[in-house]
């Protein structure tokens, strides 16, 4: 890399999509419109801007990945900062944007042209492109052009992977009371009656809650991402994701009582011997309920959650947190098999 290609990176790597205060940022409407995560919608710009990069220091075209093609897609909206900043100022040649015309040669061509960028890459920047960001050609040209954009507010989006597992159980189990009655003189657990019964049902309404706590795991994804390193969780967002709003109010109490601005008197939070300065407005929301009773403790989770609410869903937004919609898809998850299991076999049975 010369000493004039990396003054371009350093400038494109510091270019602003917005001139001064923005209450919707770049990044938070690439990650609206994507449904991604806040932290990887940044990770993504990066990768776009480095693509970038790449197609101004090379004399071949040069073919971004679908998640960099959705941040290019929406940086041409911008078309006063794209146009004249980006390309005017920063890049001082244009960039466009010429999508395939279709057809079996256009697709080996931008297969083709796919592989030299990620080649291009670890070459340029001495590393291995992220793969959730860059995947191989083969995802980049076959799952990944199968996204569409859905309007969330009027469709549910659940993922296929955990619903399968949840058919592959229900066939499973709707073959098995196909077969078992006629096995002959076999194990037939529908000729069981009453006690001998519940000894096969019982097992199998385990072996369902395990299968139903796997399923919800299995939804809890996407795990941990290289950039989380990145984002330190502060005292308050790290006891909410430890228990809600309950444990949140509890660890606030814990700091006011231990810098002296709250005691305990009897049943009651009174106010302690400690002026309260510069502390969160978690802190601040208990300590406009002082003096509380223990009868009070309701009204102060209320306002502990309306201080926080805003807070919370960035939190769902980053991923850190599992949004209402995922949490009532896991809890069906979980006892699916079971009531499969209880109905399928255990009623008739039973009465």
Not at 14 to 34: H, I, K, M, P
Not at 75 to 81: G, K
Request: proline share 6%.
């Amino acid at each position: 890399m010369t000493a004039e290609q990396g003054e371009l990176l350093r400038q494109i790597e510091a270019f602003q999509f917005e001139d001064g205060e923005c209450s919707l940022t770049f990044v938070a409407r690439l990650a609206r419109e994507n449904g991604w995560a806040r932290s990887y919608a940044e990770r993504v710009v990066r990768e776009y801007k480095r693509y970038v990069f790449l197609a101004m220091c090379s004399n071949v075209p040069r073919c971004p990945s679908e998640d960099v093609d959705a941040a290019w897609h929406l940086h041409l909206t911008y078309t006063r900062n794209y146009w004249k900043q980006f390309c005017g100022e920063i890049l001082r040649k244009p960039l466009h944007h010429e999508p395939t015309r279709g057809g079996r040669k256009e697709s080996e061509k931008h297969v083709a042209m796919y592989d030299k960028t990620l080649l291009a890459y670890r070459e340029t920047f001495g590393e291995l492109p992220p793969t959730d960001i860059w995947p191989p050609s083969a995802q980049r040209f076959g799952s990944d052009i199968q996204q569409r954009k859905v309007n969330s507010a009027a469709n549910w989006i659940i993922p296929k992977q955990p619903i399968q597992r949840v058919f592959q159980i229900t066939a499973a189990l709707v073959l098995a009371a196909i077969i078992l009655p006629g096995c002959g003189d076999g194990f037939n657990p529908f000729e069981l009656k009453g006690v001998e019964f519940l000894y096969f049902l019982v097992p199998a309404m385990v072996v369902a809650v395990v299968l139903g706590r796997m399923l919800r795991w299995a939804l809890r994804g996407p795990g941990p991402l290289p950039a989380d390193e990145d984002n330190p969780l502060t005292w308050e967002q790290a006891a909410y994701l430890a228990g809600g709003y309950p444990r949140l109010t509890s660890a606030a109490i814990a700091q006011l009582a231990r810098d002296n601005v709250v005691r305990v008197a009897g049943d009651s939070l009174e106010q302690g011997e400690t002026f309260a300065t510069n502390r969160s407005s978690v802190e601040e929301a208990i300590i406009k309920q002082l003096p509380i009773l223990k009868s009070d403790l309701k009204s102060v989770h209320d306002a502990v959650e309306a201080t926080f609410a805003h807070e919370a869903s960035r939190l769902e937004e980053d991923g850190f947190a599992i949004a209402k919609s995922q949490r009532l898809l896991a809890g069906i998850a979980s006892f699916m098999p079971l009531m499969i299991v209880i109905v399928g076999f255990g009623l008739p049975r039973l009465f």
